[in-house]
């Protein structure tokens, strides 16, 4: 790809260009994906992420995630962000976790142990995944 005077060459220039000469790239034409479909999938299949309040949380609280655990709170947040939800409370069998669905981020955790009593405030919604 050549930069002339400064400038750079279209989108469609550089695409067309690096996908022409790789070796298969018909194959890549042919199955390639739309950027909106690239996206949402990236964001359906989202880990969530956690803070260090909530790493804090599950640490003191010996709560250990599964992989079946991590894969229903991310339903669960999913959930959450097609209603438009942005703070959540996601209830996965005796576990409770605030979500932050945008950030896709955990802000707290607690199991069914707790005994500081079960208020949730702050959210503008729940899903039990």
Known sequence: MKILNGQFP?????ASEYLDNRPGSEAVKSGSRSFAEVFENKRTNAIPKFSKHAENRLSERNIELSDKVMDRLSAGMQAAGQKGI????VMVDQLAFI??????TVITA???NDQKGNVFTNIDGAVIA
């Not at 279209?10 to 550089?14: G, H, K, V």
């Not at 942005?86 to 409370?89: I, K, Q, T």
């Not at 979500?99 to 896709?104: A, D, L, R, S, T």
Request: net charge negative; charged share 20%; aromatic share 0%.
């Open 86 to 89: 942005n703070e959540s409370l």
């Open 10 to 14: 279209s989108i469609e220039q550089a």
């Open 99 to 104: 979500v932050n669905v945008k950030n896709q």
């Open 110 to 112: 607690l199991d069914g």
